[in-house]
């Protein structure tokens, strides 16, 4: 080979690298090829016994079968088929009838050529969007882990009253936080706190079913009530006692003029005990004209 100048035949020593590594790539891939050919022929390969066969049906269906050699004496061969037909229950057909087979026995495995270079998977990449807003919820969880832990502290902390959802919301925004569903986070924190629950107002409390009250007598029991407000008649009344018996539904009503623990009692005293005795039981609505 000339260095100085090359002739048409001639070859150059980065032409000759250039072929080496060329030859060096296909020589690999074709060694490559040929291990996975071996690996397969070598995976699918079964030992055959010599000779001839002969198949022995063990039911009535022709795939389950066993072979026997075919050279075998007759006696033999009657002894063997009466033996495997009678024993055929014992064959397992299927990884199914097999429980609790030693792995050492019978297991499944990953084809793995070991002659094969590990590889690394990608790392997945994701849309900014998706990024922003799995980040968002992440941050949204933390922070209304936060926000539980500072509204129990105000509610039944040290200093806690067990005040209602809107003076919780304020209370917390005097302390220095703020976030935009504060309200509706405060009131659901009280709805959940066990000892409001339990022995707070019954204001908000479900209506029961109404129960019919029974007497056992005429003017037994009675039911007072004040009715109001009516136009102004004369004597300036407006207000109406009603007082009706359970029993015979009778009814003793006065109109009044103002609606005074003294005007009740007078009410009760003349047109209730006067005329139909003192009765047992009187029910009221618990208001400060009946209980002063």
Request: charged letters at 30%.
């Given at each position: 080979?000339?260095?100085?100048s090359?002739g048409v035949n001639s070859?150059?020593?980065e032409d000759?690298v250039?072929?080496d590594?060329?030859?060096?790539?296909?020589?690999?891939k074709?060694?490559?090829?040929?291990?996975?050919?071996?690996l397969?022929?070598?995976e699918n390969?079964r030992?055959?016994?010599?000779?001839?066969?002969?198949?022995?049906?063990l039911g009535e269906d022709?795939?389950?079968g066993?072979?026997?050699g075919?050279?075998?004496p007759?006696?033999v061969k009657?002894?063997l088929?009466a033996?495997?037909r009678?024993n055929a229950?014992l064959?397992a057909?299927?990884?199914?009838?097999m429980p609790?087979?030693d792995?050492?026995?019978?297991?499944?495995?990953?084809t793995?050529?070991?002659?094969?270079?590990a590889?690394?998977?990608?790392?997945r990449k994701?849309?900014?969007?998706?990024?922003e807003?799995a980040?968002?919820?992440?941050k949204d969880l933390?922070?209304?882990?936060r926000?539980?832990?500072?509204?129990q502290e105000i509610?039944e902390?040290i200093?806690g009253?067990?005040?209602g959802?809107r003076?919780?919301?304020r209370n917390?925004l005097r302390a220095?936080y703020?976030?935009?569903?504060?309200?509706?986070d405060?009131?659901?924190?009280?709805?959940k706190?066990?000892?409001?629950?339990r022995?707070?107002d019954m204001?908000?409390a479900?209506?029961n079913e109404l129960k019919?009250m029974?007497?056992?007598?005429?003017?037994?029991?009675?039911?007072?009530?004040?009715?109001?407000?009516?136009?102004?008649a004369a004597?300036q009344v407006k207000?109406?006692?009603?007082?009706?018996?359970y029993?015979?539904?009778?009814?003793?009503?006065?109109?009044l003029a103002?609606?005074s623990?003294?005007?009740?009692?007078?009410?009760?005293?003349?047109?209730?005990i006067?005329?139909?005795?003192?009765p047992q039981v009187?029910?009221t609505?618990?208001?400060?004209?009946?209980t002063n």
């Amino acid at each position: 080979r000339s260095k100085s100048s090359p002739g048409v035949n001639s070859i150059s020593t980065e032409d000759e690298v250039e072929l080496d590594a060329r030859t060096s790539k296909k020589e690999r891939k074709q060694e490559k090829k040929t291990g996975k050919d071996d690996l397969l022929i070598k995976e699918n390969y079964r030992p055959i016994p010599d000779g001839e066969f002969e198949l022995v049906p063990l039911g009535e269906d022709p795939t389950k079968g066993v072979k026997i050699g075919a050279d075998l004496p007759d006696c033999v061969k009657r002894q063997l088929k009466a033996c495997l037909r009678e024993n055929a229950e014992l064959f397992a057909w299927s990884a199914a009838e097999m429980p609790g087979i030693d792995p050492e026995v019978a297991c499944h495995q990953l084809t793995i050529d070991p002659r094969a270079s590990a590889v690394v998977q990608r790392r997945r990449k994701q849309s900014p969007e998706k990024a922003e807003a799995a980040r968002k919820a992440v941050k949204d969880l933390l922070f209304e882990a936060r926000v539980e832990f500072i509204l129990q502290e105000i509610h039944e902390g040290i200093n806690g009253q067990h005040i209602g959802g809107r003076s919780l919301a304020r209370n917390a925004l005097r302390a220095g936080y703020y976030w935009p569903t504060m309200q509706n986070d405060a009131k659901d924190h009280v709805l959940k706190c066990d000892k409001c629950q339990r022995h707070g107002d019954m204001k908000l409390a479900p209506a029961n079913e109404l129960k019919t009250m029974i007497s056992p007598w005429p003017f037994a029991w009675w039911g007072m009530d004040i009715l109001s407000p009516f136009p102004t008649a004369a004597r300036q009344v407006k207000y109406l006692i009603v007082a009706v018996d359970y029993f015979t539904k009778w009814i003793e009503a006065e109109p009044l003029a103002k609606i005074s623990a003294s005007n009740i009692l007078r009410f009760f005293k003349r047109d209730v005990i006067a005329r139909f005795r003192i009765p047992q039981v009187v029910v009221t609505d618990n208001g400060t004209q009946f209980t002063n």
